[in-house]
Structures are given as C-alpha cells and as structure tokens.
C-alpha cells in the first residue's frame, strides 16, 4: 500500500454535520458517535468555521453556509468582555475557563479572517470582520509561535479584502519578526528550527513566513521558510513516506524521535505548507510532497492504514503503534477535510 498511488474520494461533510448540534461541534466522539459529555472547543469550532465556508466556496451549497454561520456564531459567543477568546464550554453551554489559550485565540482569528475575506455573502463576511477587528489587537502580544503563526494566516486572508486596515497595521511585520527572531535564536547547521524540539502542527511555522514574505516582501521570511520546510522535510519524509511526529515524546533537540500517535491535525499543516511553497517557488516538487502528505490519510503511512473511513468519510484520531484510533472527533474530521478540500483547490485531487 505504501508505494500505490490512493484514489480519492470526494470531500464529504456528511460526518461533521453528525457531529454538530446547534451551539457546534462537540469535541469528542465515542468511537463514531458523538461524545456529548465532553463539550465544545473554539479550535474545533473555528477550523469547522473553515472546512464549512470553504465547502460553501467549492459548491454553493446552503447547508454549508448555514452550518459556517453557526460555528461563527460560536466564535461571536466565545469573546470575553475584553474580546480575548474563550476555549472551553460545556455540553450545558457554560463556559468553563476564564480565558482560552493563545492557541486558540489564534485559530479563531485565522477563521474569522478567512471568512472575512471570503465569497461568503455579505453578511456572513459582515459578522466575520467584526470578530476578527474585535480579536485581532491580541495578536499583538501572543508569546506562543503558533498562535502567532495561525494569527498570521487570519492577518493574510484578511487582508485580501482591507489590506490598509489599521487594526493589522504593521502587524505581519511584527509577527515575521518574532518568528525570524525565534529561529536564529534557536538554528544550527544540525538544527534548522523554531525551538529546541519538534511538537506540534510543525508546518504552520515555516508556512506562516510564507505568508509573511506574501505580506511583507521581506525576503528573510521566504528563505528561512524553505531552509525551515526542508529541514522538516528530512525528518518526515522517511522511505517515501509522511511520518509526523509522534505526540507521545515528541522530538526534543538532540534525543530520541517518537513514532506515534501520530495525528491528523499535523498532516493538515504539512499539506498546507507545501501547497503554498509551490506556489510561492513554482516548484513540483512541493506539490508532490502535498500529495504524499494528503496520501498519509488514505493508507500511504507508518502502517498501510486506511485513516478515513469509506463509508462516512470521518476521519480516526490518530495513527498507534498498534494502529488506527477508532474514535472519530472534531479535530481529526477537521484537519482532515482542510487538508482535503485544500488540495482540491490546487487541482490535486478531484473536485
């Protein structure tokens, strides 16, 4: 199965839909079943805002816009009285953290920003700004690279619409700084990277220099991008294989690499890396590397396991030694469906 090229099925937001109720996607699912016990998130619900915009974008479809309205709804909801996002809720709607992480601050500004700047119908587009003009000041003082790096993903898709806006004024310069800052704080000849390990959601780091050189022109940003992207590359790409880094371990500078769990939220940003890396460089390669990468979900991984389940098009949790994760929930449904429907964008697979 490694070395076959997979057939891909069309995108299917059949799975996600069962997911949702009227407040949004609940996080965790029992096996293919929704764990209702567990609550809601504003990272599932801010990356379910972009699969279902963006499923709006590819098909016209109402019920996507209707569903993108509702986890925008979700994100309006999560601002505190300080427009900080909140993360956590409760099944019963009671938010239960004061405040969400910097992490999820970010991700929900990528959503809004995207929807922003979006085909959405004006309304949508209205409501999207608004959150993301409340929430953005944050941005601003985010220690966390990749809050910052899913903050500058809101910043560029936002800016399609109000590139002169001062609310992100001289903001993509002041988040590229702090991500150039972080890698020369931390590069070697041996060790082309952000930190002193490899964790999580690895390409949205180099991926967001893309999108800095895209807004900035500053050429540091694009070269340390590549030299970061292909440093990844090397470790990830094994025997013609994507292998993410496990999240049991991690890869700390100098020791020893953990296999598994590997998930499908670092796959995602390794699609999306490598589709902006060739458009950027107009180089294949990339986009057989965005290939490879999206192949992971459809068997061509550690294990030859099949990550999406045929009949419903849900995606497992995870990759274990022993194999697939048989729970199904909102992270791994929505990593996969943005990896997916991005790939289709670029004309990789069908439509």
Known sequence: ???????????????????????????????????RPTGY???????????????????????ALADAANYLAFLYH???????????????????????????????LWAAGYVAGSAAPPEIRRAARQ??????????????LRAIAFSMMGVAY???????????????ER?????????????????????????????MLPHALLRGYELTG???????????????????????????????????????????????????GMVLLYLTAARIFQDERYQELATLSLDWFFGRNALGQVMVNPETGACYDGLTPEGVNGNQGAESQTAYLLAHLAMVRAGLAPS
């Open 41 to 63: 998130t504003t990272d599932d619900n801010a990356r379910a805002l972009l699969v279902a915009i963006q499923e709006y974008e590819r098909t016209g479809c109402r019920q």
């Open 158 to 172: 936002y800016s399609r619409q109000w590139p002169e806006s001062p609310v992100i004024a001289g903001l993509p």
């Open 78 to 108: 999560a601002l505190t009285p300080d427009n900080y996002f909140h993360n956590l809720m409760s099944y019963d709607r009671r938010w239960i953290d004061a405040r969400g992480s910097e992490d999820s601050h970010g991700r929900a």
């Open 1 to 35: 199965m490694k070395g076959d090229k997979p057939r891909y099925p069309e995108p299917n937001l059949s799975y996600l839909r069962l997911l949702s109720d009227d407040t949004g996607v609940i996080q965790h699912a029992l096996y293919g079943v929704p764990n």
């Open 131 to 144: 959150v993301f003009e409340d929430a953005v000041p944050w941005a601003r003082s985010l220690r966390s």
């Open 175 to 203: 988040l590229s700084i702090q991500l150039l800052a972080a890698y020369q704080r931390h590069r070697s000849d041996e060790w082309r990277w952000f930190e002193n390990a490899l964790t999580y959601s690895n390409g």
């Open 218 to 268: 500053n050429e540091q940003c694009r070269d340390v991008a590549r030299e970061a992207l292909e440093f990844l590359t090397e470790i990830l790409v094994v025997d013609g294989v994507l292998q993410p880094i496990g999240c049991h371990g991690w890869y700390a500078r100098g020791g020893t690499r953990a296999w598994f769990d590997q998930q499908p939220v670092d796959v995602m």
